[in-house]
């Protein structure tokens, strides 16, 4: 159980384009989802906390206009990043709460690179 | 908000010692602490946690230590293999309106056989 998926797990495009990276919990219900983003050899840094039917809270620092999410259901949320630059290139994971047991598991993550 | 600091950021042990993973953090309220391993270019997985209302939890070769009043806790990992080999993440969490996880830096565990 307390499986997430996340698609495409790769993905190339040009700068000025936009991706749409989903995040899907498979087996449970996810009120809350949250996007991380990690460079290489480093942590992982919360970008926002997606709440199913309501606006993302977005840390700071994190362009909310650049970097869309959206929690149309209790297991699906995507991030759309807009007009992606080369310096958007980054390991960007989902992970998903289970209910009101505090666990978090994470999505296997998705390699953005822009050229 | 909460600081998560953890040290080393870098252990190497030989193959069948433990390996000791520490993790201090600021913020009082946090009450919910998992530890996550994570391989190279894959997903962290959680292999442990502890709740503020409990100082220590096992789980066969891993265990994890909780000192509330020095705002610290540990990860120990005994009798260490090769396939521990990876970066270990702890994190702490404030059970609230956002819950949101704060991450330490990372300690990239080394087991050499």
């Known amino acids: 159980g307390a499986v997430v998926s996340q698609h495409p797990s790769r993905v190339i495009c040009k700068s000025g384009t936009s991706v749409k990276i989903e995040c899907r919990s498979l087996?449970?219900?996810?009120?809350?989802m949250f996007w991380y983003r990690q460079f290489p050899k480093q942590s992982l840094m919360l970008m926002a906390t997606?709440?199913?039917?309501?606006?993302?809270?977005?840390e700071q620092g994190v362009e909310k206009d650049k970097f869309l999410i959206n929690h149309a259901s209790l297991t699906l949320s995507t991030l759309t990043v807009t007009s992606a630059h080369p310096e958007d290139s980054s390991f960007y994971i989902c992970?998903?709460?289970?209910?009101?047991?505090?666990?978090?598991?994470f999505g296997p993550g998705t390699r953005l690179t822009v050229t | 908000g909460e600081n998560v600091e953890q040290h080393p950021s870098t252990l190497s042990v030989q193959e069948g010692d433990s390996a000791v993973i520490k993790c201090t953090y600021s913020?009082?309220?946090?009450?919910?602490f998992p530890w996550y391993k994570q391989e190279l270019g894959k997903r962290p997985q959680l292999i442990i946690d502890?709740?503020?209302?409990?100082g220590e939890k096992k789980d066969q070769r891993i265990a994890v230590t909780l000192n509330k009043t020095a705002k610290h806790f540990s990860l120990h990992i005994t009798e260490t293999q090769p396939e521990d080999s990876a970066v270990y993440f702890c994190?702490?969490?404030?059970?609230?309106?956002?819950?949101?996880?704060?991450f330490g830096k990372g300690t990239k565990l080394s087991v050499k056989p």
């Open positions: 087996d449970f219900q996810a009120t809350t």
């Open positions: 913020d009082s309220a946090s009450n919910y």
């Open positions: 997606s709440n199913e039917g309501s606006k993302a809270t977005y």
């Open positions: 994190a702490a969490k404030v059970r609230g309106s956002q819950g949101n996880l704060i």
């Open positions: 992970s998903a709460e289970q209910g009101n047991t505090y666990e978090q598991y």
């Open positions: 502890i709740r503020s209302n409990v």
